[in-house]
Nanobody
């Protein structure tokens, strides 16, 4: 089974940038055949979908990150990225990468909004502070 693992989190000032990476920890699964999403959970708040990309390349962004974040794939490296620019204090959260079973039929919007993912990473901390 696929084992998502995140990297790239850290501490940045408001207005700064980070790039998160999601890979298969086991190395035996090809992420290009999975829908993949980025989710986040801030202290005391519910987990929310941030950005997701389907197997065919359709992309969804939450309203709070549109114009600031970009999701992409590098299939040669078997990696999914989340480029985060113009970061704000309210972006502070643990960020999770998750994959959807290839045969599951659902929209990329539902993958993000309804969190219809099957395999979850352990998360990476992003802190935006002055």
């Amino acid at each position: 089974q696929v084992q998502p693992v995140e990297s790239g989190g850290g501490l940045v000032h408001p207005g700064g940038s980070l790039r998160l990476s999601c890979a298969d920890a086991g190395g035996g699964e090809d992420l290009e055949y999975y829908g993949v999403g980025w989710f986040r959970q801030a202290p005391g708040k519910e987990r929310e979908g941030v950005s997701c990309i389907s197997r065919d390349g359709t992309i969804y962004y939450s309203e709070s990150v549109k114009g600031r974040f970009t999701i992409s794939r590098d299939n040669a490296k078997n990696t999914v990225y989340l480029q985060m620019n113009s970061l704000k204090p309210e972006d502070t959260a643990v960020y999770f990468c998750a994959a959807r079973f290839p045969a599951r039929i659902t929209t990329v919007q539902d993958l993000c909004v309804l969190q219809q993912a099957d395999y979850w990473g352990q998360g990476t901390q992003v802190t935006v502070s002055s």
